[in-house]
């Protein structure tokens, strides 16, 4: 008898191993895959699940699936609104000061031998890949495969280097890189191992060249010219000495594409199409002449309707690789998060391009659908960042977040359970000065209802927004006595975000020494420096 009650227990104790060892076979198998596609220099102005006046004329259809069926989020902030830096804070959870890629600068290049969210997820089991514009220099590491643009990359028939060389490819980069990503979607389809890819395109960073299948597509339509388009920076001395102004800095040739110099770079088929537009487009233009305000303004819709034309082949993209996930029913279990390096503007306050703490380029785009998981058509208001991106994906594959990094899981959020200690303030830092749009080097706080600045370098100024009454951030208050409660609870604020992330005058200076022997090295940067 006791023999049969041993027996038993232990037929017992093996049936509930085999069910557990069962229940995490699942568990791993059910492990979400991960499809993370970026876009460079995506304003969320120009999305239309963001509303706004762009949302009926530019509409976005395919992004905007990712909204319907999960979370759109309002706030994301990034750390340091230009290219490089924000994709290394995306990779290391830190700031700018800390994975050591503060700038775009000559000679700039990422240090891959850190840790990063891909080899964490590695460290899960996930099979990774990036495919498209990394911009970061060197060789990546982190992935199972990669198949990148080198440095900036070219619109049209681009070069690309994967682990076996150097190649060129002929066709429009934003469709290379999506049938490339088909493809390595293709190769894991019937794989048990869960996948992290990243398509991050080129598309629509200057100088904003459409496909030929979206050439001339806005050319009947007048998009509405933003209030700030002709903004005199009254009270705010740091913008006043920027170079970035769609009146000044815009090129007529290069980036409006208005010159009788042949395009380089294009097939012949290629080059019959784009002149078929931009041609006649030229004509009318040196017929008309514009000058003064009417050029600004001439500017602005040429701007708009070639940037817009690019997001209309990335939201393709977007419709094209949606629409595969679901025809081989890898939707059911993928995770898809569509962001931006940082936001854009769209001629507010006269500018193109990023860089500024204020608004339009501190805010980047973030759409999260996850089925079964994210209830759809979710909005979410809370202050969110691309440092936390890395640490939410290592979360969601079932890893360990390194304790060095310094962003958050936002897996929490996703669900629809903010956790009450969550950020209600956001620091930025700013370093890429001088540089090609003299824009100052500065850092700040972002907090509900207000924003404190710091320009520094060779300038030595505070702003402060009240974002509830200048919602624009037209007026800048710092010196108006009835804010100086807030503006010493912001400053106090501003001191332990600094304390908190690690971040110092001291490494202001060590960053400037950087800077400044990096002058020596390349006549360019000195150039930057003359500019007024």
């Known amino acids: 008898m006791k023999f049969k009650l041993s027996f038993l227990l232990l037929i017992l104790i093996a049936a509930s191993f085999t069910a557990c060892n069962s229940g995490n076979q699942e568990q791993t198998a059910a492990r979400p895959n991960i499809l993370f596609i970026m876009a460079d220099d995506h304003a969320s102005q120009a999305i239309s699940a963001y509303g706004g006046p762009l949302a009926e004329l530019a509409p976005t259809p395919n992004i905007d699936r990712i909204a319907d069926a999960g979370m759109l989020f309002n706030r994301c902030f990034v750390t340091n609104s230009i290219c490089g830096p924000s994709r290394a804070t995306i990779f290391t959870g830190k700031y700018s000061h800390k994975n050591g890629f503060i700038d775009n600068t000559m000679g700039s290049e990422f240090d891959f031998s850190q840790n990063s969210f891909p080899k964490e997820l590695q460290k899960a089991g996930y099979k990774t890949a990036v495919i498209g514009k990394l911009h970061l220099g060197g060789t990546p590491t982190g992935f199972d495969y990669f198949d990148i643009l080198p440095g900036q990359g070219s619109y049209y028939n681009p070069t690309f280097i994967n682990p076996e060389g150097q190649y060129q490819m002929e066709g429009y980069t934003t469709e290379i890189i999506t049938d490339k990503t088909i493809n390595w979607l293709k190769s894991v389809k019937d794989s048990t191992q869960p996948f992290m890819v990243m398509m991050w395109h080129k598309a629509p ?102 940037y817009l034309a690019c997001i209309a ?23 898809v998060v569509y962001s931006s390096d940082q936001g854009f503007y769209l001629g507010e306050h006269g500018w193109f391009d990023k860089r500024w703490m204020y608004r339009e380029s501190l805010n980047t785009p973030l759409l999260i659908s996850w089925p079964g998981f994210i209830k759809a058509g979710s909005v979410n208001n809370d202050m969110v960042s691309n440092l936390d991106f890395g640490e939410t994906l290592i979360d969601i594959a079932g890893g360990a977040i390194p304790a060095d990094m310094q962003g958050r899981s936002m897996l929490p959020i996703l669900k629809g359970e903010t956790p009450d200690d969550w950020r209600t303030a ?19 706080i972002t907090t509900d209802k207000y924003k404190l600045i710091h320009f520094y ?55 400037i020494d950087e800077y400044n022997a990096k002058v020596k090295e390349n006549p360019r940067i000195e150039y930057w420096k003359m500019r007024p």
């Not at 996930?325 to 993928?334: A, Y």
């Open 205 to 306: 960073h200057r100088n904003w060249d459409p496909g030929p299948n979206e050439l001339g597509m806005y050319e009947n339509t007048t998009f509405p010219e933003p209030e700030t388009l002709f903004d005199g920076y009254e009270t705010r001395d740091a913008a006043s000495r920027n170079f970035m102004s769609i009146d000044k800095a815009m090129s007529i040739d290069r980036d409006l594409k208005m010159t009788d110099q042949p395009r380089a770079g294009l097939n012949e088929e290629q080059l019959e199409k784009w002149n078929a537009v931009y041609d006649t487009i030229y004509e009318e233009f040196k017929k008309t002449n514009p000058t003064g305000e009417d050029l600004v303004r001439f500017k602005f819709q040429r701007y708009m309707r070639d």
């Open 313 to 335: 082949a990335v939201d393709k993209s977007v419709g094209k690789v949606l629409d595969y996930l679901k025809e081989t029913g890898m939707d059911k279990n993928t995770i």
């Open 426 to 444: 956001h620091y930025y830092h700013y370093y890429e000065h001088p540089s090609e749009h003299n824009v100052m080097r500065h850092y700040g």
């Open 457 to 511: 370098y060779d300038i030595d100024e505070w702003e402060l927004y009240d974002l509830e009454k200048d919602p624009q951030e037209m007026k800048n208050v710092y010196n108006n006595p009835a804010y100086n409660d807030v503006k010493a609870e912001l400053h106090l604020q501003l001191e332990q975000l600094r304390t908190q992330y690690q971040d110092n005058d001291s490494l202001n200076q060590h960053f």
